[in-house]
C-alpha cells in the first residue's frame, strides 16, 4: 500500500472511530465504511488541488493583464502603481512604447522624420527599436503604427525623456496620455526579454499575423526589421 493509501487510511480510520463505529460493528461493514470514507477523502483533495491550479492560473493571468496595462482601464489603480514603480526603478534602460493619435492621420513619413530627431540625442547610449502596425491583412496595412524603443539612458532623468519624445513626436499626440506615450524603466537584467518581445515571435499566437504583416509592411516602406543594434546577441536571447 503507497504512502497516498496509508495516509487516507488513517484519516477514514479516524473519521470511522467513536459513535459512529455503533453502526457498523460487522467487520465487513465498516470496512466497507472506511473504503467510501477513503473515496470522499480523494475526491475532496482532487477537488482541493483543481482549485489550487484554477487560482494558480488566474493569479497568472490577471498578473499579466496588469504587467501589460490590459487591466488599467477597469482597474486605473494598477496602472498608477505601475507607473510609481517605473519612475523608482534605478536603472540605466528604459523601454518606450509610442502610439500616435489615429485620429491626427500621422504619415509614415511623419514617424521616420521624427526617429530622426530622437536619433540624435546624445543621452542615448545605445538604442534599438522597431516600427509596428496592427492591420492583419493587406487592406488593413499599416493600420494601428506605433513604435517600441529599448534604450540605454545612462542617468537621463524620467521626466526629461518623457519631454524629449514629447518634442520629437509634438505633432502625433498628447505626451500626458499613456495611450501615447509610456515609459517603463527596465532593470538590466530583464533587457533580453524586452529585446526578444520587439525582435523575435510574440509569446500570443493571435499577434503572429500582425507580425507577418509587419514583414510586409516595412518592405513596402523600405523599413528596416529594426533600428541600433541588438543589446544581446539574438542566439543568446
Known sequence: MDRIEETLRSLAELSASGPTLKEYA?????????QKLMKDFDRQTDIQALRDVILQKKKSYFSAMIDTGIADERFPIFKELREFNDKNIKSDFVFVTLCPDPKLNVSILDILASIKKIDKKTWIKKKLYVIEQRGENLEELGKGTHLHFLLEKGDYRFSHIKREFGAAFVKMGDPSNPGFLDIKMVKEKDIPNWQN?????????????KQDMDIIFRQRYNIPPYYGELFQDVAAV
Open 26 to 34: 460487522d467487520r465487513g461493514m465498516r470496512e466497507e465504511y472506511i
Open 197 to 209: 518581445y520587439i525582435t523575435a515571435r510574440k509569446k500570443d499566437p493571435s499577434k503572429w499575423i
